[in-house]
């Protein structure tokens, strides 16, 4: 599943840096996740980085995106392929 950032989001501005998928940026009013960029650190990092970074705990799971593990995995196998292409 990818991840979103809820309403209660204060713009701190800590996690769009930490997105090693460059899948995080500002919204209108808050930071939006971009589901179609978004592993939750699959092929990354254990766990995702925007989650462990954020202050008010507003970064979870967005159940309108469910994926397993794999896919998830295969995302970012694709993403990779995309981004050294675009390079």
Not at 14 to 37: H, L, M, T, W
Not at 80 to 85: K, R, S
Request: glycine content about 4%; charged content about 30%.
């Amino acid at each position: 599943m990818a991840l979103r950032i809820t309403d209660e989001c204060i713009n701190c501005d800590v996690c769009e840096s930490e997105c090693p998928n460059s899948a995080i940026k500002q919204g209108e009013f808050i930071y939006e996740i971009d589901p179609k960029r978004c592993t939750e650190c699959v092929g990354h990092f254990d766990e995702p980085q925007c989650v462990a970074v954020c202050p008010v705990a507003c970064i979870i799971v967005d159940a309108q995106c469910e994926e397993s593990s794999e896919q998830l995995l295969e995302k970012y196998k694709c993403l990779i392929e995309h981004d050294a292409l675009k390079g």
